[in-house]
Every structure is written in C-alpha cells, then in structure tokens.
C-alpha cells in the first residue's frame, strides 16, 4: 500500500488570549492607527448589539442574532476584503456590515420587520441577510463565478456557521468553487452551537477547515477571536483568489457567547461554566491588552469610543424608529419588474383592508 | 382531563407513540435535549432517550431522505423541519422517493413517515419562518397533508398520521400553538384523516378554511350572526386529499361558498375546492364562489404581515358578498 495524496490543516494565532504576540505580526499590525480602527469596529458592534437585545426586550425590535463574542472574526473579515468584493452574510455578522458601509439604521430596520433593511445604501452589491442556512454559499460562488467570466480582480466570501455545514448545498458550493478555481473564500465561523446542536454532535471531523479539502480547497484554521490572525489569513486568501491561486476555506473558531436569538434560551441546554470558560478568551480582551502595551489605548480613551458609539447607536434607534410603517403597497412592489394585472387589484384590496388585521405585536 | 394547548398536544401525542410503538422515532433539528425550537417535543429526550428522539445535523434533505431509508426498514419517523420555509431543501427527497416508493415498488416498500412542520404566520418571526405553501405538497400525489385547527384534533390527527402507512405533511399553525387551551384526553385515540370536521352547523353559507385562520373564520362566523347570517364552518383537516362529500353536502344545504386560507392565492388549495364544487356542485350554487387568501406576494417581514393574512373583516364581507342581490 502507499499513499496517494496526503493533507494537513494548519492553525493560525497571532495573539495569546492575553494579547501576547506570538508570532511577529503582520505589517498592517504595526499601524497603531488601523488596529485602533479594528478595535473600535469590534466595540461598535459590540455596542449596537447589547442596544439590539434590549429593544427586542423592549418590544420595539423583532428576533434579533446577537454578534456577542464573534466580533473579531467579523470585522478581521470586513477588514481584509476590498470595497468591490463581494459578500454574502448569514445573520450574525454586523461587525463585517458595518466595516462595508451597511448603516445601524438598516440593520434595525431588517430584524425590525421591514423588508427596506435589506436595501443597503452601502455596498449595493453585497447580498441580503441570508436566513435559509448554507444557501448563501452558492450565491456567492455564483459571484466568483461572474468576477472569473469577467476577468475582474474581484472576490466573494461566504460565510456559514458550523452547523450549516452539514447542508449539502454548502458542499456543493465549495465543489464547484473548487473545479473552477473561483475567486472565494469560504469563512466558517466555528461558535460550537448550532442552536441547541453541539458541533460534536453535528460533525465526526476534527476541524471543519478540513471539509474544503474533499473539494480540492486548502483549509485554515484560525483562532477567530484573534483579530489580527483573521484579518492577515483572510488577506492571504483574498489575494490568492484574486491573483487566480483559487478559493480557500477559513475556519475562524469562535464561541457564541450569547443565546442563537433572542427567542432562545440557551441555559436550557447548554453549560453555564462553559460559557464562562468562553468570557476569558473573548476578542475583545487580547486587542485591548496589545493597544494598552503600546500606550495607545487606555481605559479613558476606550470609554471615550464606547460613549461616542452609545450616542451613535441611540441616533441610529430613534432614527429606526421615527420611520413610518410601510403601507401595504409595499408587499407587491418590487415583487416583479412588470407585474401581472392581477397584482393591481390585489393591491386595492390590501388598501381597503389594511389594518383591519390583528394588531401587531 | 388536563387543559392543553395545541404545542402541549403534540407533544402528548408523540409521546404516545413512542411509548407504545417501539418503531417510532422522532428526530430534526434541536428537538432532543432543548425540546424543539417551539417544544413541542419538550420532555421526549428526557424519557426516551438520545436513539429514539434524535436530534440531527443542521440539514433537512437528509431529514427526508434518512426518513425514506428509516421508513422503508421498518420504522416510523416523525421527523420535525424547524419552519415551513426549510422544507424546500427535501422537497426532492419527499417528492421523488417518500411519496412514490410504494407505488415504484408495487408496494414491496413503504414510507410511514411524519414530517411535522410549522406553518403560517402572525407571530413577528423573521424572515421565511411564516410561509404556508401547503399547495406545494398538496399537489404531489402518494403524500397526505394535515393541518389542525385546535389543540384536541391536533392530538388525534398527529397520532393518525404517525400511524397512517403512507408519508404525511403534518402542518402546525404557530400562530395557534399556545392561543388556547382544550381539554384533551391523553387516551391514545386518533382522529380519522380524509375527512372534514363542521366547526359549526349553518344555513346560509358555507365557510370552508383549516390552519390558524379557522379560528378567525370561526369569529367571522359570530359576527355574521350577529347579522342573522348563519353561516356553516369547515375544517378542512386533511389539506390533501380533499374530502369533497362534506363540503358538497354543506354546498347544497347553503347554496353559497367561501374558501379561507392564510396561503396565496394563486393555485393554492383554495382552488381545488372551487374546482371540486364547480365540477360537482354547481348547480347548487346560489352565487359565485368567493376566495378569501393572501394575497400573490412574499409574506411580508412582520410589520406587515397583519395586513397579508386575511381579516375577519374581509372574511366577513366575502361572505356577505355571496348573499348579495
Ligand atoms: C435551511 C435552514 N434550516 C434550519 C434553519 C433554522 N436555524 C436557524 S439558525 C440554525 C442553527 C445555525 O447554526 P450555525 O450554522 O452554527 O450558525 P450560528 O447560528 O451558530 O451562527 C437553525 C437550525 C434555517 N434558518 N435554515
Ligand atoms: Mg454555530
């Protein structure tokens, strides 16, 4: 017997859970500037997310998927990919829309229960929220596939969470990635539930950067709350596909610190202790301590950011929550570029008995 | 007799099986240790343990299609999609194995299968978790749908589909799942498929709905009398195939036809039933057959989403309209 082909997966980490540089980092890490920037993005979408919560508390927001804890994966993502690549979300990744332009105001408008929050200003070609899990995979191979036919230097990154890659369609997606050598990246953010599903229970393998590999795709995996190591593995493989070198599959290993949604309880089925276990290697904490070693962040400054971001994030909810209601038209508009007559009528009917329905929640 | 709601039924029924069908097993997404994302699995996993209430990787082909192989090996699975709008992913496996594998086998092989969903909207969920494409399936021939329309025909059609020899769609309206409470004998007696239920006995006009929205048109069915309208209501219960001898019956009693469900219009069930009386019972009717539905558009997000489903108002005036002139 011999062997015929042979993989290994290799793990990336620049920085140990308490902000120690293992490793020397790479350049963009020495700009003090751009790693305050990353900083700053994690604690705004930190900030928006704790606001998120508490107006589905409140009852003035819809079912909301927290980001908490996976922001270091989110915007280590936003921060290697170029204006002009493109990206297909899950649900989760606020850190990632924020980086790209998306604004506060759209997002709560989406989990607000208004179909405009899907209209990004900023990127117009970035796909939707994508709640159909895996299917977002396929779309984005599809847009590698459009940059390739077209020679543009452009890429696509998918993101799936770990239970969404039991879905066939994210095999699919990776396959077809693989035989084209499309310009993708496919980032897995490993946060060890699915819902109230384990990743144990979900999959035999050791990591899931190792599924790419039976489509022919090298996989990484990285430490996910480690900014620096998303951002610089992410670069690396987004100037691979863009340069023809093919796709890559990122598995950024992370942990949901929150529930799945704010319609879940996760105390019902998972260990309290692991979840404090999880709070001490959290993104934040690592950042903070480099920023602070170099003298450029300290616990004034950062309470300076946080208070500049509550006051954004208040502005962004009143905002969100001064826009009127859509009427009824809205559901049959844009449904077709020329509709059918029959819609018209529809319409009329939604008109004369709108509000006639039970009241919203 | 213990009070329950519709969830709490369903959950009761389940536990029935298993208790007394060691070829059942429940299985889907999160339906084990937490009990399901509405629980109504809640308590299985804890009596029967991991094999029998199994909850699966995150992937609802091979829901089905692990169904199809279970089914055919001799067991019964009931198996839960999360939400109506992730049973397109096992479309082919329910559409191209479960429903025909008797029939390509010439009944050498069979699916027993339950695939429990939720269906419909009016609870403020996020986006494609309150579809109703019950006429999706419906036209798929080998496969029964069901939908009840209160807590104690939830429980009895569920344990008649579990045992039922053939696959079974079993929808489950969120929007009544906890509404109110019934007294249900957990007594293990099922409710007979392929027949329609009267909700309530009427003269003038026949009002024929299942799902959530029975409870609206039941509502519309008081303020009609109010109006001295006495209107006939019937849950249709097996969505598919279609008990057309109750609906012609009360047709020819009331002479007058509304159809009412949540589902779009557009080749929805609610024009089968038009079909079946146009074809079968026209003569009977005293006026055109009128559709009360919603609308040919996406569910809207939830803002909206009051202003899709049908009113009691409309329902009203559509039946209304068929006692005009
Ligand atoms: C096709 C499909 N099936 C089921 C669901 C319901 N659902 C929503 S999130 C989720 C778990 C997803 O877990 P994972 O992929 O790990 O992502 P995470 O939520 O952890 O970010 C499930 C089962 C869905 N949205 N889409
Ligand atoms: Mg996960």
Redesign the pocket.
């Known amino acids: 017997m011999r062997t015929v082909a042979e993989f290994r997966i290799e793990y990336l980490r620049q920085l140990s859970p308490q902000g120690r540089p293992l490793d020397e980092l790479p350049a963009f890490a020495a700009d003090n500037e751009e790693l305050l920037k990353m900083f700053a993005a994690m604690l705004r979408a930190r900030t928006f997310d704790a606001k998120a919560i508490n107006l589905q508390r409140t009852g003035k927001l819809g079912t909301y998927?927290p980001c908490l804890g996976q922001e270091a994966a989110h915007v280590g993502v936003g921060a290697a990919m170029r204006p002009e690549d493109c990206l297909a979300i899950?649900?989760?990744e606020i850190g990632t829309l924020f980086w790209r332009g998306v604004s506060m105001t759209e997002v709560l408008l989406y989990w607000g229960g208004d179909e405009r929050g899907n209209n990004f200003a900023v990127p117009r070609h970035d796909f939707p929220w994508c709640?159909?899990?895996?299917?977002q995979t396929l779309h984005a191979a599809g847009a590698a596939m459009a940059f390739k036919i077209r020679k543009e230097p452009r890429c696509a990154v998918a993101y799936?969470?770990?239970?969404?890659?039991s879905?066939g369609t994210f095999y699919e997606a990776m396959n077809l990635a693989g035989a084209r050598q499309l310009p993708i990246v496919f980032v897995i953010?490993n946060?060890k539930?699915?819902?109230s599903v384990p990743i144990e229970q979900q999959t035999a393998c050791e990591t899931l950067a190792q599924k790419g590999i039976a489509a022919g795709i090298p996989g990484v995996q990285v430490d996910g709350n480690d900014v620096i190591a998303v951002r610089d593995c992410m670069a690396r493989a987004l100037e691979k596909a863009r340069t023809g070198g093919g796709p890559t599959v990122v598995e950024a290993l992370s942990y949901?610190l929150s529930d799945?949604t704010t319609a879940d309880d996760a105390s019902r089925y998972r260990d309290e202790a692991e979840v404090a276990e999880a709070w001490k290697t959290e993104p934040m904490i690592r950042l903070r301590k480099l920023l602070e070693s170099r003298g450029v962040l300290d616990a004034a400054r950062e309470q300076a950011m946080k208070a500049q971001f509550t006051r954004e994030v208040d502005a962004a909810v009143q905002e969100y929550l001064n826009t009127p209601r859509q009427s009824s038209d809205a559901m049959f508009e844009h449904l077709y570029a020329n509709p059918p007559p029959y819609l018209e009528e529809q319409k009329e009917l939604a008109r004369r008995y709108a509000g006639t329905g039970r009241p919203s929640h | 007799m213990p009070k329950v709601t519709m969830v709490e039924a369903i959950a009761m029924a389940q536990a029935w099986e298993l208790a007394n069908d060691p070829s059942v097993v429940v299985l889907g997404?999160?339906v084990g240790k937490s009990g399901g994302v509405f629980r109504a699995t809640s308590g299985l996993f804890e009596r029967f343990g991991a094999d029998r209430v199994q909850d699966t990787p995150?992937a609802?082909n091979m829901i089905a299609g692990m169904c199809v192989g279970m089914a055919a090996q001799g067991m019964r699975p009931v198996a839960e999609i999360?939400?109506m709008g992730?049973l397109y992913?096992a479309i082919d496996q329910i559409v191209n194995h479960m429903s025909r594998l008797r029939h390509r086998t010439r009944g050498r092989l069979s699916c027993p299968v339950v695939i429990r969903t939720p269906h419909g909207g009016g609870i403020h969920a996020p986006e494609?978790h309150s579809e109703s494409v019950e006429s999706m399936i419906a036209h798929v021939p080998g496969i029964r749908v069901v939908c009840p329309s209160s807590p104690a025909r939830a429980y009895g059609l569920l344990l008649a589909s579990i045992r039922d020899p053939d696959p079974v769609l079993f929808l489950e309206p969120t929007r009544i799942y906890r509404l109110a409470k019934q007294e249900v004998a957990d007594d293990g007696v099922a409710a007979p498929l392929d027949v329609c239920y009267i909700l309530r006995e009427g003269e003038d006009v026949t009002l024929v709905t299942w799902g959530a929205i029975a409870t609206d048109v039941l509502q519309a069915a008081e303020q009609l009398a109010a109006q001295g309208i006495s209107a006939e209501v019937i849950d249709l219960a097996t969505v598919s195939p279609i008990d057309s001898e109750t609906i012609l019956d009360s047709v020819a009693k009331t002479g007058r036809l509304v159809i009412v469900h949540e589902a779009a219009r557009n080749c929805g069930v609610g024009a089968e039933i038009a079909a079946i009386v146009a074809e079968h019972g026209l003569y009977d009717l005293l006026a055109p057959i009128q559709r009360v539905t919603g609308f040919d558009t996406v569910v809207p997000l939830y803002r909206l989403e009051n202003d899709y489903i049908p009113s009691v108002a409309r329902i009203v005036d559509a039946a209304k309209a068929t006692l005009a002139g």
């Open positions: 998927a899950v649900y989760r709640v159909p899990i895996a299917t799936i969470g770990d239970g969404g890659t879905e953010v946060n539930w699915a819902i949901r799945h | 997404e999160d995150l609802e999360q939400f992730f992913p494609h």
